[in-house]
């Protein structure tokens, strides 16, 4: 994906460009979500006349978020992600917030919990993802030692991070 220089602005402080459409490619962001996007992009500086018009959607529905976003991807010369790279975009932000304590911890094992049902077809990737699977499940049944499963899910993300995210090989 291409990268966009000085005149695209992050979205948002959590969201930047390529989070906001891999999220869009796994039905990971509402539509009801991204005018507001569209908008913070609008402030940030981006003057794109299809950004514009995405910002004026009311309670849009994905079909009218679709018929928008491709002139905007046409206008800004930007390819959408391919499912697996949407994924692994997702699923590594999701693992640096859980790592880095931007979100709390089952919240985020939770979110990969998720993210992994949507490739339990996959062996390769579920297993990557399966270690959370584990640790939510353990922290919803186990509330005596929530403090120590939140530890291990923070720990288990960096280390998930440490061996570069997930592999899509």
Known sequence: MRRFGPYW???SA???????LARWELADLAPEDVPALAVEALEGGCGSKELAVLATLRRPTR???EEHLRPLL???GVHRPSRRVALKTVVDDCAKQLAYGTIEPYTG???LWSLA???HEDPSLFGQLSIFIGLASAWEERLNVRSAIET???SEARDF??????DLD
């Open 9 to 11: 602005p992050k979205i």
């Open 14 to 20: 959590m969201v930047e460009w390529e989070q906001w």
């Open 74 to 76: 046409v206008s800004l």
């Open 63 to 65: 079909s009218e978020v």
């Open 117 to 119: 049902s949507q490739v």
């Open 161 to 166: 991070l440490a061996r570069g995210g997930l």
């Open 152 to 154: 291990h899910m923070t």
């Open 109 to 111: 094992a939770r979110k």
